[in-house]
């Protein structure tokens, strides 16, 4: 057994060659243990980007309003990585943006592994929701005072996971989301 993350950083760089990645990676090992480190390819279904608290800026970046989930997931044993793409990505991926009042949903497909650590994941998904969600399982799934609609829409999300993840070693952490600054390069 190993603890689950206690932070997420993503970075987005022009090139994983190891030596290129050499200040990327020391920045990063900067803010606490990098315990492990991942080259993905990035995708958006959602993103409804909540306004940013005021006075925020990049010397002082705010929290953001709602959490973020981040969950680590691998797929079955046995399953290609063809099949798993496409339960994931298209027909997972409308029904969790239906069932759930979600405001940000990326999916971050492992490419490979750039610093071995802890788990053994297939990729880290990043969903967004309200504060409320956080504590209301109603509120998560958009059935407020709806306890039929509740069930409902658990049922078929619990359904629909256990297609494609592995239930028995996924990581859910739920989070804060802050952009701390965005870097920029000249070509």
Do not use: K
């Not at 990645?21 to 080259?39: F, I, K, N, Q, T």
């Amino acid at each position: 057994e190993h603890a689950p993350p206690d932070a997420f950083v993503q970075v987005w760089v022009d090139t994983a060659n190891q030596d290129r990645r050499v200040p990327v990676d020391a920045l990063v090992s900067g803010l606490g243990e990098m315990r492990s480190a991942h080259l993905v390819t990035e995708s958006v279904p959602l993103d409804q980007p909540l306004a940013a608290p005021a006075g925020d800026d990049a010397a002082h970046p705010a929290r953001r309003s709602g959490f973020s989930q981040m969950a680590c997931i691998t797929r079955p044993g046995g399953m290609e990585r063809a099949e798993w793409f496409e339960i994931w990505l298209n027909s997972h991926t409308q029904l969790a943006v239906d069932l759930q009042d979600t405001n940000l949903y990326v999916q971050n497909p492992i490419v490979r592994t750039l610093i071995d650590g802890p788990g053994s994941w297939d990729a880290i998904v990043e969903e967004g929701f309200t504060a409320e969600a956080m504590t209301d399982q109603e509120a998560f799934f958009d059935a407020r005072g709806d306890a039929d609609l509740l069930t409902q829409r658990q049922t078929e999300m619990f359904n629909s996971v256990q297609r494609f993840i592995d239930l028995s070693v996924i990581e859910v952490i739920p989070t804060s989301r802050y952009e701390v600054m965005a870097l920029t390069s000249e070509r």
